[in-house]
């Protein structure tokens, strides 16, 4: 157990749908990160948040948001689904905002658009 | 966007066997990072390297941090099985951090 949790572990849902993935932080971080592995593919970063505060954005689709609440949980909003959205989606943490930090990953969330 | 590429992308081995795999970039990185993915599971981290020139160990793990500081080497010394997964090397980019196109192993006993 990585000490960084993410629900639903598995979606399946439909296009156009929306879904919204959510991560707890390892405790004591205030960094949240997005990645999306699609299948056979590296790690490609959609957003970072610090203390609640975007920080970073990387290619994140404009059907695509985020936010990070006061308890530091965040979560990733995916709207208007398209097959090409399906991916794994890890969240990461990390104590401080550099990106040289030491990143603790989840398990993720596996979502599959049908 | 910035890209680190890996090579080779993936390897077949036998258990036993040492492992060779790198990470180029077309620019300068003050931070090294290697990471496994075991299947179905989110990265871990491996090894760190913080200096041009650096050689890492981590068990049967070295990496070193290129001259340069535009690429990194990771050796795996006799492979067992549970070697497999996608490793990943990274670098930072101010607030956030770039994976490489990683390298996918797999060790046959």
């Known amino acids: 157990d990585s000490g960084v949790t993410q629900t639903p572990k598995h979606l399946i849902t439909a296009t156009g749908q929306r879904v919204t993935l959510r991560c707890s932080p390892r405790?004591?971080?205030?960094?949240v990160y997005w990645y999306q592995q699609s299948l056979d593919q590296g790690l490609q970063f959609l957003i970072q948040y610090y203390n609640g505060e975007e920080r970073a954005k990387g290619n994140i689709l404009e059907r695509f948001s985020a936010q990070q609440f006061p308890d530091l949980h965040s979560e990733l909003n995916l709207s208007s689904l398209e097959l090409g959205d399906s991916a794994l989606y890890f969240c990461?943490?990390?104590?401080?905002?550099?990106?040289?930090?030491?990143?603790?990953f989840g398990a993720g969330s596996r979502l599959t658009v049908l | 966007g910035q890209q680190l590429n890996q090579s080779p992308q993936s390897m077949f081995i036998q258990e036993g066997e040492d492992v060779s795999m790198n990470c180029t970039s077309s620019?300068?990185?003050?931070?090294w990072l290697w990471y496994k993915q075991d299947p179905g599971e989110g990265p871990v981290l491996l090894i760190a390297?913080?200096?041009?020139?650096e050689l890492t160990s981590n068990g049967r793990l070295t990496a070193q941090f290129g001259i340069t500081r535009k690429d990194s080497f990771l050796n795996i010394s006799a492979s067992i099985p549970s070697d497999v997964g996608i490793y990943f090397c990274?670098?930072?980019?101010?607030?956030?951090?770039?994976f490489g196109t990683g390298t996918r192993l797999q060790v046959f006993p």
């Open positions: 390297l913080y200096k041009a020139g």
């Open positions: 990274a670098g930072p980019r101010t607030d956030k951090l770039i």
């Open positions: 405790s004591g971080d205030l960094s």
């Open positions: 990461a943490s990390s104590a401080g905002v550099s990106g040289a930090n030491v990143l603790t």
């Open positions: 620019s300068i990185f003050n931070t």
